[in-house]
Protein backbone atom coordinates (compact mmCIF):
# COMPACT_ATOMS: atom_id res chain seq x y z
CA UNK A 1 0.00 0.00 0.00
CA UNK A 2 1.29 3.10 -0.90
CA UNK A 3 1.25 6.36 1.46
CA UNK A 4 -1.29 8.40 -0.13
CA UNK A 5 -3.02 5.09 -0.13
CA UNK A 6 -2.83 4.70 3.62
CA UNK A 7 -3.19 8.42 4.01
CA UNK A 8 -6.76 7.42 2.39
CA UNK A 9 -7.58 4.92 4.18
CA UNK A 10 -7.24 6.75 7.73
CA UNK A 11 -9.60 9.39 6.78
CA UNK A 12 -12.18 7.25 5.67
CA UNK A 13 -12.07 5.58 8.84
CA UNK A 14 -11.96 9.09 10.47
CA UNK A 15 -15.02 10.19 8.98
CA UNK A 16 -16.74 6.87 9.60
CA UNK A 17 -16.25 7.37 13.18
CA UNK A 18 -16.96 10.24 13.56
CA UNK A 19 -20.39 9.76 11.86
CA UNK A 20 -20.79 7.09 13.85
CA UNK A 21 -20.08 9.28 17.06
CA UNK A 22 -22.53 11.96 15.31
CA UNK A 23 -25.60 9.39 14.95
CA UNK A 24 -25.04 8.02 18.35
CA UNK A 25 -25.31 11.76 20.07
CA UNK A 26 -28.66 12.18 17.89
CA UNK A 27 -29.84 8.87 19.11
CA UNK A 28 -29.51 9.90 22.63
CA UNK A 29 -30.82 13.20 21.86
CA UNK A 30 -34.37 11.07 21.29
CA UNK A 31 -33.41 8.61 24.61
CA UNK A 32 -32.48 5.76 23.42
CA UNK A 33 -30.44 3.83 25.78
CA UNK A 34 -26.64 3.43 25.69
CA UNK A 35 -26.89 -0.21 25.31
CA UNK A 36 -28.95 -0.27 21.82
CA UNK A 37 -26.97 2.67 20.88
CA UNK A 38 -23.28 0.85 21.37
CA UNK A 39 -25.16 -2.21 19.19
CA UNK A 40 -26.56 -0.12 16.96
CA UNK A 41 -22.97 2.25 16.01
CA UNK A 42 -20.64 -0.29 16.92
CA UNK A 43 -19.26 2.06 19.32
CA UNK A 44 -17.23 0.77 22.57
CA UNK A 45 -20.12 1.12 24.98
CA UNK A 46 -17.36 3.05 26.88
CA UNK A 47 -17.59 5.71 24.49
CA UNK A 48 -20.88 5.83 24.20
CA UNK A 49 -20.51 7.05 27.74
CA UNK A 50 -18.73 9.78 27.55
CA UNK A 51 -21.20 11.04 24.81
CA UNK A 52 -23.04 12.69 27.31
Given at each position: ??????????????????????????????????????????????????LH
Open positions: MTIAESLKQEGMQQGTHQTQLDIARSMLAMGMSEEILAKATKLPADEVKT
